[in-house]
């Protein structure tokens, strides 16, 4: 079973949740930019929550199914439509064979994400399928989608066997058929075009002046064209130390805000680099990583503080109800 491209989009990748476990090697985790959105997305057709589906940016591609597949697109609103009809996002949709998803204009959001039962099988490398451009590794031949490429599907699991059967028997003779389930909106991420952002105290927030800090937390910052999968660069008003302090590199996540000499943040994003050398003046709290990697270029984002429990405590709700989630799925027969 296998998806074939027309066209490719603007920026069509495969990704899974990362390359973990080598950064110490210098090796980035990488992976999709909308964690949460992928993992919804697989969970619909049946696939583990870390199987390789494709991350479609601002403008979206053409994909023929060769094969009777089961789909699910998840994260922004890029307009998909399934033959020329329009396919509702957060639910699970059998695709015929020979069937043709296509996207639209922007509605909410500039990233889907788009799993098929199965999972996208490319060869893994170091332990991951997702695509890091910058080096060429992993993905379909370390790149970019392109016209006339051919995505193998893998094997489905037992809850994507039974989630298929039950559309299946649904289906209508060509249209195939769409859930009656749904994600529940209270589980969705407050995707929104400005967003604001709860943060964590940077590892360096102490070292900013007064000013700085206040600014920080109560105006709102741009995000510059220059930004990408390896970070979000942000301007507004500048941001200064109390007094100029060398730094010594230490390690940086995913949300990590990091503030170089020109005063301008960059919020670190899914190909950031292992370590930073640059002040951190907060730390993007995990629950609220997908209104970031949703946020489009040109958009406004503010930032709050939070403490470390409050932002441990959404985090542990959002999984509880992704738990809820799988084993909802689980019980479809």
Known sequence: MSLIVNKPGLLTTVQDL??????KYGVIAGGAMDPFALRIANLLVGNDDNAA??????????????????????????SPKLDGRPL??????????????????MVRGCRAYLAVSGGIAVPARMNSRSTYLRAAIGGHEG????????????????RGLN???????????????VSPWAVAPSLL???????????????????????????FFSEPYEV???????GYRLTGSELHLRERKEMISSAVTFGTVQVPADGRPIVLMADRQTTGGYPKIAQVATADLPLLAQTNLGAKVSFRLISLEAAQADYLAREKAVRTLRNGLDSIK
């Open 88 to 105: 509702p996002l957060w639910r699970t949709v059998l695709a015929p064979k020979g069937s043709v998803l296509t996207f639209g204009r």
């Open 143 to 158: 790149r970019a989608l392109r016209k006339g490429d051919r995505l193998p599907f893998g094997a489905k699991t037992l």
């Open 18 to 23: 990362g390359r973990f476990g080598l950064q």
């Open 224 to 230: 510059l064209p220059q930004s990408d999968r390896m």
């Open 53 to 78: 589906g494709l991350e479609i940016t601002l403008l979206g591609p053409e994909l023929v199914f060769a094969e009777t597949a089961l789909i699910s697109v998840c994260g922004g609103d890029l």
């Open 163 to 177: 989630l298929l059967g039950r559309l299946a028997r649904e289906a209508v003779t060509e249209a195939g058929a």
């Open 189 to 215: 991420p407050a995707y929104a075009p400005n967003p604001e952002l709860r943060v964590l105290a940077g590892t360096e927030m102490e070292l900013f002046d007064e000013q700085s800090l206040e600014r």
